[in-house]
């Protein structure tokens, strides 16, 4: 068995931890903060099976004019955010085209599908079931023709994946949720994905279970790796094999190591606000950019994808997100004085890397899970610890794929 450094303390990196630990590992985590307190904290909460197909960028070319003008609420860019990642955004679009989306679909939806199930032990292990619903999430489509789309996608994903899917009217849908205030064209509720209450709770929790059988988590710098006889020093841990599960900040590690990584950081946000009667799914309504999740400090209401390398203080796609909830719910007033904010690690193939760092080694990456990181985490920790124990990994997942260009 060896000593593993694991860098990086959000889901993918606890999740990392437990699943080398259960296979007998002696593993440390570095941390420069507290665990779950970044992306994995401000996410919406989904647990998702449904998603069997990577986010792909809008590429019809009414979309695309509209992200181009700055109109709509689904990508939202600045030029220095742009810019900074021209390269990489290019490829994201590339790889939205049919083919090269339906391929990533091929080994995203096998991912996607073992999710609860990994999830699930976990979950009972940290004794974390009170912040968990195993009751779904319900997308809304406002209009007939957003409607008819949906019963195609949720015909496509039952016959090709096994995805469960209940479509309703609009009627159907406010005897299920009776504090939605409108008329809407109907909905879908996706039966077996899970949510959660809390994300940076359940990270907390999975990362107090790793102390409980023995785990050490340092509060250190992990930028400071460096080779150590034949393993790795970070800060004051020490170990044959490190992890890279750094998410957004991952690049700029692998880069002094000689892997550079093309990453499109697609910021989201989000904000509480109070309610009475929060409703008992989250809700989606993409037709306004937004998901509505109810949380433990109020309806947390989650943005899109903005490609800015700066936050901005008041964000139009959570103003945005907030007049749309108002129009379905009586909300009260924000919760927090200013938004939460953090970036989506997306690859611009769509899959997340996990495997071996070219030419390093001993080192491991494990990061870029874009917009699922949080239901993937469980899922790509057990490939990547099965990888370090010898095994042949997923081909498809390897880091190498960057050198090959
Ligand atoms: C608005 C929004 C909504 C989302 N909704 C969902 C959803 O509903 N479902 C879903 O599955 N996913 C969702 N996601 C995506 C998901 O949150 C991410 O994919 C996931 O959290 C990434 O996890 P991670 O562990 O890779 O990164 P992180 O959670 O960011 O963890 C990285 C860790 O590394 C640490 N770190 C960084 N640099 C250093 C350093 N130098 N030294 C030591 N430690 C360091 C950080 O402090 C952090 O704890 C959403 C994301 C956003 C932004």
Redesign the pocket.
């Known amino acids: 068995m060896a000593e593993v450094l694991v ?9 990392t931890a437990l699943a080398l630990q259960a296979r007998g590992h002696d593993v440390t985590i ?19 099976t449904e ?1 069997v197909e990577p986010y792909a960028m809008p590429l019809a070319p009414g979309a695309l004019l509209q992200i181009a003008l700055g109109r709509g609420y689904d990508v939202k860019w600045t030029p220095a955010g742009l810019i900074s990642q021209l390269g990489a955004v290019v490829g994201y679009a590339l790889n939205s085209l049919p083919a090269a989306h339906r391929r990533a679909t091929v080994t995203w939806g096998k991912l996607i599908r073992q ?1 609860t199930e990994r999830h699930g032990p976990l979950i009972t292990a940290a004794g974390a079931d009170n912040i968990i619903r195993r009751n779904g999430y319900i997308e809304i489509h406002r209009t007939p023709a957003r409607m008819d789309q949906a019963r195609q996608t949720s015909k496509r994903f039952l016959d090709e994946f096994g995805v469960e899917a209940r479509l309703m009217d609009g009627g159907e849908l406010r005897v299920l949720e009776p504090s939605i205030k409108i008329e809407v064209a109907g909905a879908t509720h996706w039966l077996d994905s899970w ?1 959660c209450a809390d ?1 940076g709770a359940l ?1 907390a929790a999975y990362a107090a279970l790793f102390q409980k059988k023995g785990g050490r988590i340092v509060n ?5 790796l460096h080779r150590k006889g034949t393993g790795w020093a ?2 004051e841990a020490t170990g044959e094999h490190a992890v890279i ?6 690049p ?2 692998t880069q002094r190591f000689g892997l550079t990584v093309p990453m499109v950081y ?5 904000r509480h606000y109070r309610m009475e009667l929060p409703p008992h799914h ?1 809700i989606a309504d993409f037709g306004n950019s937004v ?1 509505l ?1 109810p949380m433990r400090r109020g309806l947390r209401i ?3 994808a903005e490609l800015t390398p700066h936050p901005r203080l008041s964000p139009p796609q959570l103003k945005h997100g907030e007049r749309a909830a108002r129009e379905l719910f009586d909300i009260g007033a924000p919760v927090e004085a200013e938004p ?7 690859m611009p193939d769509m899959l ?1 890397l996990v495997g071996r760092v070219p030419d390093q080694p001993n080192l491991w990456a ?12 469980p899922v790509t920790a057990e490939i990547l610890a099965e990888e370090l124990d010898g095994g042949p990994g997923w081909a498809e997942l390897q880091p190498a794929r960057l050198k090959r260009g």
Request: glycine share 20%.
């Open positions: 860098l990086g303390a959000g889901m993918v990196g606890v999740s570095v941390e420069r903060g507290t665990p779950g307190r970044e992306t994995s904290y401000g996410n919406a909460g989904l647990i998702q998603a999710s949510n994300p990270v250190g710098d992990a930028g400071d970070a800060d599960a750094l998410g957004p900040w991952s700029m590690l697609k910021r989201g946000y989000h989250p998901v999740s989650a943005t899109a939460w904010t953090g970036r989506r690690p997306c997340p494990h990061f870029g899970h874009g917009h699922q990181g949080f239901t993937l985490g």
